[in-house]
T-cell receptor
Framework: ELKVEQNPLFLSMQEGKNYTIYCNYSTTSDRLYWYRQDPGKSLESLFVLLSNGAVKQEGRLMASLDTKARLSTLHITAAVHDLSATYFCASFPYNTDKLIFGTGTRLQVFP | DVKVTQSSRYLVKRTGEKVFLECVQDMDHENMFWYRQDPGLGLRLIYFSYDVKMKEKGDIPEGYSVSREKKERFSLILESASTNQTSMYLC??????????FGQGTRLTVV
């Protein structure tokens, strides 16, 4: 059974600083997704990582995937207030289409 | 753009009522999902469906059932609503292991 764990669960960071959110998953998987959720809203797809070593970047966010370590990271560069949201990673266990989510990381960026 | 539409944004139901949550997607996706989201617990998979009339239990199926009579529509049924089913319910669809797209969510309150 696939378990997806994120840390930290809560992150308060100052504008301009860098930080990384970690996503570990427990069984073999070659697909990893990152989503963003604003308060009261639904989930918005951020990144799709489909192979070992995949790296995607969008603005101040960069996501990577290491399937051997069963680890994905979401790196935040020079944080701004607009990045304040909850970020989820999600994965499919190998050979299934059952999408399993982590518990989420709530990010707050303050001046 | 992919559109996933949930029938209600907010619902208030009484304990013991039978509750139907409807979800429709317009992208001919094979897979559809129902999750519930509770603070600190992330998104937990209730059921998913990989084809018409096909379904598979997720992590927390107790107290729920689902129906998929047409490819575009996936219904979540609470046979006898209880207060511990008060939650945000999110529907999603995907095409065979690719990223999932979410509806706007239904906030259900059982009183």
């Amino acid at each position: 059974e696939l378990k997806v764990e994120q840390n930290p669960l809560f992150l308060s960071m100052q504008e301009g600083k860098n930080y990384t959110i970690y996503c570990n998953y427990s069984t073999t998987s070659d697909r990893l997704y990152w989503y963003r959720q604003d308060p009261g809203k639904s989930l918005e797809s951020l990144f799709v990582l489909l192979s070992n070593g995949a790296v995607k970047q969008e603005g101040r966010l960069m996501a990577s995937l290491d399937t051997k370590a069963r680890l994905s990271t979401l790196h935040i560069t020079a944080a701004v207030h607009d990045l304040s949201a909850t970020y989820f990673c999600a994965s499919f266990p190998y050979n299934t289409d059952k999408l399993i989510f982590g518990t989420g990381t709530r990010l707050q960026v303050f001046p | 753009d992919v559109k996933v539409t949930q029938s209600s944004r907010y619902l208030v139901k009484r304990t013991g009522e039978k509750v139907f949550l409807e979800c429709v997607q317009d992208m001919d996706h094979e897979n559809m999902f129902w999750y519930r989201q509770d603070p600190g617990l992330g998104l937990r998979l209730i059921y998913f469906s990989y084809d018409v009339k096909m379904k598979e239990k997720g992590d927390i199926p107790e107290g729920y059932s689902v129906s998929r009579e047409k490819k575009e529509r996936f219904s979540l049924i609470l046979e006898s609503a209880s207060t511990n089913q008060t939650s945000m319910y999110l529907c999603a669809s995907s095409s065979q292991g690719f990223e999932a797209f979410f509806g706007q969510g239904t906030r259900l309150t059982v009183v």
